[in-house]
């Protein structure tokens, strides 16, 4: 899914929903910043759920 064409707000929202339901978190600035301009391109949602669920955190937190 493609997030792009909304404002940095509702693409920020989102950013933070998948930081919550995958890592349960939110996310630092710096990360939220970056994932807020990824989002805006296509495959940008499925590049954010997949680089956060190839994270340390997310396989420890699956493990437990």
Do not use: C, N
């Not at 978190?25 to 954010?48: F, N, T």
């Amino acid at each position: 899914a493609r997030v792009g064409g909304g404002d940095r707000t509702e693409v920020g929202r989102v950013v933070d929903e998948r930081y919550r339901q995958i890592l349960g978190r939110l996310p630092d600035a710096v990360g939220r910043s970056y994932w807020v301009v990824k989002l805006k391109s296509p495959g940008g949602e499925q590049a954010l759920v997949a680089s956060l669920m190839a994270t340390e955190s997310f396989r420890a937190a699956a493990t437990h």
